[in-house]
């Protein structure tokens, strides 16, 4: 019996441990500097924008190059929304017609903000440099290929920190890479390699479509690291899992990665099974309604079970 409680109490513990730490950035309040960047989405923040031609004085129409056009309501959605743009960028862009010097204008790394500030120690931005230091795509494309390649410095949030679902975490993390590997124009800005589309190149897989709307790339394109959220050290493709079973059985390894956060999700609505199921856990036992049911049936019967024993023995 005490070998009972020590093990619920140790599974607890690693639940506990699963769980991120949340978001710090005030996700609620307005953002701080919405007044000055109005200035700018008046360009940025539409398809055709207007401005008086100094030298005629007449107003002008043009379209603005789609890739500068952002919106305003996923930029304020984004871990980086009480910033102003000119906190990244330089002020003299508040000048219209922009300087052409500013095109070369250097941009901050992630790095340069983060490093070494025990407010975001939880991320652990130093391993993630390293581990990206180590990547396919810095070890073969240099300071070309940078942080913001994958996070858009006008939307990213930490979606694992937030109150999403897995199959949203799944689909916009994929996003991510897909955006690139299934889109020749981003992808020729890096390389001039040809490569297959994704699903050619992933044609071992039964239903592509199902398993990459379930797994991440990264659950089989990096190696797990248990410090990390989300790991991201891309390695060459001949390490990718290519096994079923390395997901499809009892010990999955979707459990190290993916489904961390299913954990979590499952201590936010309540059915622990998948806390307390772990070692028993199947691709899909969660979605069984009646197992989830009865294991929560089992686990609180057992705990009933604790507690008279102990009231007995207080008794004696
Ligand atoms: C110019 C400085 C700067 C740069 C560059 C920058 N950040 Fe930030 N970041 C901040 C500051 C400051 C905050 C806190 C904002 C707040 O509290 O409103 C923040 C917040 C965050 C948060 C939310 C932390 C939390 O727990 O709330 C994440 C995640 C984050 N940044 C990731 C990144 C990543 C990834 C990059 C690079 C792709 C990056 N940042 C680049 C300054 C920066
Ligand atoms: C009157 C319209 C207008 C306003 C206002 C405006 N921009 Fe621009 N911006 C443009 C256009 C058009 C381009 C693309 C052509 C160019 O570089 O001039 C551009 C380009 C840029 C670029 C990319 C330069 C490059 O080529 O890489 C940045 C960064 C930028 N703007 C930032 C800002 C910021 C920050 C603000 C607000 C302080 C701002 N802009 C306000 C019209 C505007
Ligand atoms: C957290 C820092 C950060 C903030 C805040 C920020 N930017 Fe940027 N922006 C960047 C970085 C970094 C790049 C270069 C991205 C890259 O190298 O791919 C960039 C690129 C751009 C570009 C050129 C896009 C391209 O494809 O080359 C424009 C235009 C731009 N920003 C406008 C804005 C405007 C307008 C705002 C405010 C609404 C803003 N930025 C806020 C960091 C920021
Ligand atoms: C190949 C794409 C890619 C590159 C390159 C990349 N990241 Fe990420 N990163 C991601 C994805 C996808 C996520 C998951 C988004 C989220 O937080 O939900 C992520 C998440 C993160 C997080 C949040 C992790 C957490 O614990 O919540 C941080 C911090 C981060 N990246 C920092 C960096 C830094 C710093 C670099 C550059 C040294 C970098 N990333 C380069 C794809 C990338
Ligand atoms: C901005 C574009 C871009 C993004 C985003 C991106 N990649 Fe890549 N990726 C590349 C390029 C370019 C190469 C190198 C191709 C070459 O030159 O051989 C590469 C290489 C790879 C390789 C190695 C293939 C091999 O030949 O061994 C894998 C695996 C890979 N990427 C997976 C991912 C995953 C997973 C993500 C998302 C987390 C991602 N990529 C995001 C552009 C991108
Ligand atoms: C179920 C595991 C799995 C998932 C999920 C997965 N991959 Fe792969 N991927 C592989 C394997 C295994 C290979 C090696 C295939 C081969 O060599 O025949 C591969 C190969 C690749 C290559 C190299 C292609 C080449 O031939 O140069 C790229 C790039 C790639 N994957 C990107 C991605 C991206 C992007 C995603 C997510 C949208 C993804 N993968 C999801 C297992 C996976
Ligand atoms: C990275 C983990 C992973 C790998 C590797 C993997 N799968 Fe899957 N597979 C999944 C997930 C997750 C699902 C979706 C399960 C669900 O939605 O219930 C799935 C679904 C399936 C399905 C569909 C089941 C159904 O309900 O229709 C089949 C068939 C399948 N996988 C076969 C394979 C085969 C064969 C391989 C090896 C070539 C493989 N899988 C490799 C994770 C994986």
């Known amino acids: 019996m005490k070998n009972l409680i020590f093990l619920i109490a140790i599974l607890m513990c690693v639940g506990l441990q699963a769980q991120p730490e949340r978001l710090k950035v005030d996700m609620i309040s307005p953002p701080e500097k919405a007044g000055d960047n109005n200035q700018c989405f008046e360009c940025h923040g539409k398809k055709v924008y207007e401005y008086v031609n100094a030298s005629t004085g007449m107003t002008e129409r043009k379209v603005m190059n789609p890739n500068f056009v952002f919106d305003q309501e996923v930029f304020y959605k984004g871990v980086h929304r009480h910033f102003s743009c000119t906190d990244c960028h330089s002020p003299d862009y508040e000048t219209f017609p922009h300087q052409s010097e500013l095109r070369f204008e250097p941009t901050y790394s992630c790095l340069d903000c983060h ?3 025990e407010t ?13 230091e180590k990547s396919v795509h810095a070890s073969r494309h240099g300071e070309q290929f940078n942080c913001w390649m994958c996070h858009n410095p006008h939307s990213y949030t930490a979606m694992t920190r937030s109150d999403y679902k897995i199959s949203e975490i799944v689909t916009s993390h994929n996003l991510v890479c897909a955006n690139c590997h299934d889109n020749p124009v981003n992808f020729q800005r890096i390389s001039d390699s040809t490569k297959k589309p ?3 190149i992933h044609n071992f897989l039964p239903n592509y479509k199902l398993h990459f709307s379930s797994v991440r790339c990264i659950e089989c394109h990096t190696s797990v690291q248990d410090t990390l959220w989300v ?5 060459e493709k001949d390490q990718a899992v290519k096994k079923c079973s390395e997901c499809h059985s009892a010990n999955t390894m979707l459990l190290s990665s993916l489904y961390k956060y299913q954990n979590r999700e499952a201590r936010k609505t309540g059915t622990l099974n998948s806390v307390f199921l772990n070692e028993a856990y199947v ?3 969660n979605r069984n309604i009646y197992l989830n049911i009865i294991s929560i049936a089992l686990f609180g019967m057992t705990l009933l079970g604790i507690l008279i024993h102990i009231i007995f023995r207080i008794k004696k």
């Open 283 to 285: 691709i899909g036992a």
């Open 231 to 235: 790991s991201h050290q891309i390695l």
């Open 115 to 117: 490093g070494g500030d």
């Open 120 to 132: 975001f120690a939880a991320y652990h931005f130093e391993t993630i440099e390293e581990e990206f």
């Open 198 to 200: 994704l699903n050619e």
